[in-house]
């Protein structure tokens, strides 16, 4: 399992890393890993707003659907096009194919979430 150690992570196995005063999110490699092939992707609009842990857009494979929620609350600045005529570009980099940007509400809330060796622990603790 991949991990990027300037990421944090959510229980609902979504990364965000802060690029400036804005906010990257993707799947983990985790999460892609346990979907296999992603044959589609649902993304919000750009000028949405979503609190922490409301979801704001589904991924689905080609063995089950599951919704995406926001690790932080924040306003939706850009959505990755490049995943809706190529989802499996998360199974191939789930860091690279980043599913939002969004501006924060609380950059605070970046630091409650686990960081990398806390997300590796959860992991193995969920496969157990």
Known sequence: MKTDPNARYAKS????????DEAVVGIS????SQLSDLVYVELP????TFKQGETFGVVE???AASD???PMGGTITAV????QDEPGLINQDAFAA??????PSDPAQFELLMDM???DTFVASEAH
């Open 29 to 32: 490699d985790h999460a892609q």
């Open 45 to 48: 609009s750009v000028g949405k």
């Open 80 to 83: 990755n096009e490049a995943l």
């Open 13 to 20: 196995h979504e990364w965000v890393r802060m690029e400036g």
């Open 61 to 63: 494979s080609v063995k």
């Open 68 to 70: 995406v929620y926001m």
């Open 98 to 103: 980043w599913l939002i940007k969004f501006k």
């Open 117 to 119: 060796a806390a997300y």
